[in-house]
T-cell receptor, first 113, second 112 residues
């Protein structure tokens, strides 16, 4: 499968735990984007990363959320001390170049109990 | 505040019928994209419109961007069951092509 790979597809956490979501971009893509889809809402931009750099994090909540895209390995979206309001579908997208077409993964659905 | 309003929210039609769904905003967009999303999947890009008044055709799908670049429509001719899905519009205000604002979508069901 040469598409954007996200895992886990489903994640259940209790309040206060940490959630780590992983995203491997399409082959040849070096630009990664994270979006969040809250229940009954449209997808909202969170962060744009290139290898080892955060380009735009204007959509990220100021606390508890962080993202990275290391030189080797997948991009990670980390949510510390999760709360029920973090329950959502988190989608990753990648593009070959900046401003290029976005290809979305299947999403990771986080449920906070 | 919902920046992009899509209507109708739900649409159920019979195979062979025509339909139009709408995407409206009070904001001007540098570009607007239409996606289709299947249950449990991520959105898949159908088309990007950039110029006010632009019309693009993709087989039985016709996309139009409003003259003022604030709204768009998607028209499907002779709908087929395979067209069933969630149709999302997404606008780019800043010209970044990645900081997209998505509508909530129109859920289309085409019955055989």
């Amino acid at each position: 499968n040469a598409g954007v790979m996200q895992n886990p597809r489903h994640l259940v956490r209790r309040r206060g735990q940490e959630a780590r979501l992983r995203c491997s971009p399409m082959k040849g893509h070096s630009h990664v984007y994270w979006y969040r889809q809250l229940p009954e809402e449209g997808l909202k931009f969170m962060v744009y990363l290139q290898k080892e750099n955060i380009i735009d994090e204007s959509g990220m909540p100021k606390e508890r959320f962080s993202a990275e895209f290391p030189k080797e390995g997948p991009s990670i979206l980390r949510i510390q001390q999760v709360v029920r309001g973090d329950s959502a579908a988190y989608f990753c997208a990648s593009s070959r170049e900046s401003g290029g077409e976005l290809f979305f993964g299947e999403g990771s659905r986080l449920t906070v109990l | 505040t919902q920046l992009l309003e899509q209507s109708p929210q739900f649409l159920s039609i019979q195979e062979g019928e025509n339909l139009t769904v709408y995407c409206n905003s009070s904001s001007v967009f540098s570009s607007l994209q239409w996606y289709r999303q299947e249950p449990g999947e991520g959105p898949v890009l159908l088309v990007t419109v950039v110029t006010g008044g632009e019309v693009k055709k993709l087989k039985r799908l016709t996309f139009q961007f409003g003259d003022a670049r604030k709204d768009s429509s998607l028209h499907i001719t002779a709908a087929q069951p395979g067209d069933t899905g969630l149709y999302l519009c997404a606008g780019d205000v800043a010209g970044s092509n990645y900081k997209l604002t998505f509508g909530k979508g129109t859920l289309l069901t085409v019955n055989p």
